[in-house]
């Protein structure tokens, strides 16, 4: 691109699957209301779990928003949630399947940990524990490996979203997977705004999906998360509330249509805003540089520049608030750290009080609520924040939602391994 500009890149389509909205119509007005979409588990018992809270999707129907339906037996939920909220951004952005040039249309998408459910293996499980049983085990490979679906490996494999996103919508152009947890969706975003701006694409999808509704993912989680013990669903996850307890398991998936500007105005494209930096920092293996969010500060700081863009423009920050105390003071540090005295002072809103942690997914759904906080002008609250906690100072939107002053706003992510992300975005 050298002695060439470089070409804009705006968001033109949004979608959402999450537990407080199907749509990014529902999405909004919900968190505008301030409806939380956490509560006790109904998809399979809690009892004897260690969370018995979770916020989950209800009334979705994968065969209204998936036009292959033939393949929603290979698809796990996760899949079925990414490939919904791709159709949804598509149709918003008004590109009918065909109205892109096929092998200028991209996709690119963010996927956690899919989990298998206790039953895909369950015949295979009751054969190798007969065969055991009758010291046998020789047999199970050749007998035994016939009671597994021949396809069943498709539901689990990561990059299974991003293909099913490409075959609905015929996108032959670059097409690639990020599996970096939380920060999967920011990352997306970097790398397809960088697939526009070499003119490899005009058009890419871009999202993130995930589900941990299952006994095993919560199981699994726990190992390594710190889940609220809760009961009570406005008390269990309280982004930088001085009491918060740890956070809470969620699903959902959110897509949107990144175009070049040339491209989305010569079609008369409605722009949600333009993507106007992207970061990513990691914090290494040092304890300190962890509990400080060096990757973050690293994020932010690098999108800054990007957008060459004064951190006291900011109209808000778009927070990762996983609502558990070791993550949400590294995050405050990082916040001071990058941004100086607007640190206190800039809006942040914690959006996880709403639908919980759900991996690569929540980060998606995050950014979509910033896209729309920007067209409405208005940010919603933080759920759940009564006891501002010292060790965080910062200015956290709790008791209504505030009007938006500036164009730009932040929005981040972090893993508990300190991969992070942020991005900003320009109300145009």
Known sequence: MAGHEIPRVVITGVGVVSP??????????????GRSGIGPISTF???NLPSRLAAEIRDFHPEKHIYNRKFLKVMSRDIQLGVAAAS????????PKGYVDPERLGVDFGAGHIATTPQELLDAAKGFAADAEANR??????????QICPLWLLKQLPNMPACHVAIEHEARGPNNTITACESSALLALAEAMRIIQRNAADVMIVGACSSHLSPMELTRQHLYESLSHEDDPTAACRPFDRYRDGTVIGEGAGAYILENYDYAVARGATIYAELVG????????SAENRSEGVGLVRSIQAALRQANVDPRSLSHINAHGKATQRDDWAESRAY??????????????????YFGHFDAGAGAVEFAASLLALRHGSLPITLNYRNPDPLCQLNVVHDEPVRLSTPFALSVNRTRMGQSAAAIIRAV
């Open 137 to 146: 085990l020789s047999r199970f490979a050749e007998e035994g490996m016939r």
């Open 336 to 353: 001071h750290n990058a941004l100086g005295m607007s640190a206190e002072k800039i809006p942040v809103t914690a959006l996880k009080s």
């Open 45 to 47: 018992s809690g009892t």
């Open 20 to 33: 407080v909205g199907l749509g990014h119509e529902a999405f909004w007005s919900n968190l505008m209301a």
């Open 88 to 95: 949804m951004a598509m149709k918003d952005a008004g590109l």
């Open 278 to 285: 992207v970061g990513a920092g990691c914090d290494g293996m």
